[in-house]
C-alpha cells in the first residue's frame, strides 16, 4: 500500500526533527559516556536493577563482553553491582544515583526543548501536533529494545 498524501514525507520529516531533538538532548552526556553505556543506564532507568545476563541480553551481547561495559559504568560511579539475594552467582546491576541523574538530566533536556518547540505554535496547533503523534504512535506500536539500540536509546 502506498500513501500519496504527503503524509509519510511530513512523518519522515517530522521523524528527523525529532532525532535531532534527541541527539541534542544526549549530546553533552556523550562526553562521560557512550551510547551504549547510557543505553544500559537508560534500561536500568526503566525496569530497576537487573541481573548482568538479563541486561546483556536487553543490548543484544554476549554476557562475557557485556562484563566488561559493567565493568566501566561502575568505575565510572554509573552503577554499582551487587551479589544477587537468591543467588550468590548472580550480580545484580542498578543504577547510582549519579547514574539516575544522568538519565534524569538528559530526559529533562528533552522534555524542554520540546516543550519550546511547541511553545511557538498556537494552542489549536499544540493539540493537533499531540493527537497526531498519539495517532502514529498507535499505529508505529513500541520500538524494540534492538532498534532503540542501534542509536544508542
Not at 548472580?90 to 520540546?114: D, K, N, Q, S, Y
Amino acid at each position: 500500500m502506498t500513501v500519496e498524501d504527503g503524509s509519510a514525507e511530513a512523518t519522515l520529516r517530522a521523524s528527523r526533527a525529532l532525532l535531532g531533538v534527541v541527539a541534542r538532548s544526549v549530546s553533552e552526556a556523550l562526553h562521560e559516556i557512550t551510547l551504549p553505556q547510557f543505553r544500559v543506564l537508560v534500561i536500568l532507568a526503566g525496569e530497576g536493577p537487573l541481573r548482568s545476563g538479563a541486561i546483556a541480553e536487553r543490548m543484544g551481547s554476549h554476557p562475557s563482553t557485556f562484563s566488561r561495559t559493567v565493568d566501566r559504568l561502575v568505575a565510572g560511579g554509573w552503577v554499582a553491582r551487587t551479589r544477587s539475594a537468591t543467588s550468590g552467582r548472580e550480580t545484580i546491576v542498578g543504577l547510582t544515583p549519579a547514574g539516575a541523574h544522568l538519565v534524569a538530566e538528559v530526559t529533562e533536556r528533552r522534555r524542554r526543548e520540546i516543550a519550546d518547540i511547541l511553545a511557538r505554535r498556537e494552542p489549536g496547533d499544540r493539540t493537533r501536533i499531540a493527537e497526531a503523534l498519539r495517532l502514529f504512535a498507535d499505529a508505529a506500536g513500541e520500538p524494540s529494545a534492538r532498534d532503540l539500540l542501534t542509536l544508542g536509546l
